[in-house]
């Protein structure tokens, strides 16, 4: 039974097995992620916080590029699809963060949301074939080869730097504030 917080997130189960524990704090973390940009039009995904460059919208972009490049790109060495496979990446290593200003808040929200799905569904068929240690099909240059636990690990971790980052910039959007 899954229990939702106030803001209508998933809570991560109390005790369960290591994939349950893996899945459900990610699952957490997109969720954090989808209530910091609730509500925002294209003024407010596109604001910044201080000194940085980054907004909510780049970060929703970046977010839907990292869910795809990890687990298509470097678990199944698949392509990622559009609009990833046409980007000239040596032009502007950034062009997730950057080309999201152009974007519509819908269409944003739909790349990340489908990539969310699709990252969901190569981690169900990785979890079928080799569980947590299955090993991605493509690894580093320097050889090593990171499995699908490091991976949803990794996820955990680059969500939760990125809603911290969300926190501060929603507060700097309307004051907003919350977890």
Not at 24 to 46: I, N
Not at 153 to 164: F, K, P, S
Request: proline share 4%.
């Amino acid at each position: 039974m899954t229990i939702f917080d106030a803001q209508g997130r998933p809570e991560p189960p109390v005790s369960g097995d290591e994939t349950a524990m893996l899945l459900g704090f990610l699952d957490f973390h997109r969720a954090t992620l989808a209530w910091k940009v609730d509500g925002l039009g294209a003024d407010g995904l596109d604001r910044t916080a201080a000194a940085s460059a980054m907004t909510l919208g780049g970060m929703l972009k970046h977010l839907a590029y990292v869910e795809l490049s990890w687990f298509a790109g470097f678990l199944f060495d698949r392509p990622l699809g559009e609009p990833w496979d046409s980007v000239d990446w040596g032009a502007d290593y950034d062009w997730d963060w950057h080309s999201a200003a152009d974007d519509a808040p819908e269409a944003l929200l739909a790349l990340w949301r489908g990539s969310v799905d699709r990252a969901r569904a190569l981690t169900d068929e990785a979890l079928a074939d080799g569980g947590l240690d299955r090993l991605a099909d493509r690894g580093w240059q320097d050889g090593r080869t990171p499995s699908l636990r490091w991976i949803l690990v990794h996820m955990i971790e680059e969500y939760a730097r990125h809603n911290g980052h969300a926190d501060l910039i929603r507060e700097a959007i309307d004051g907003a504030t919350g977890e």
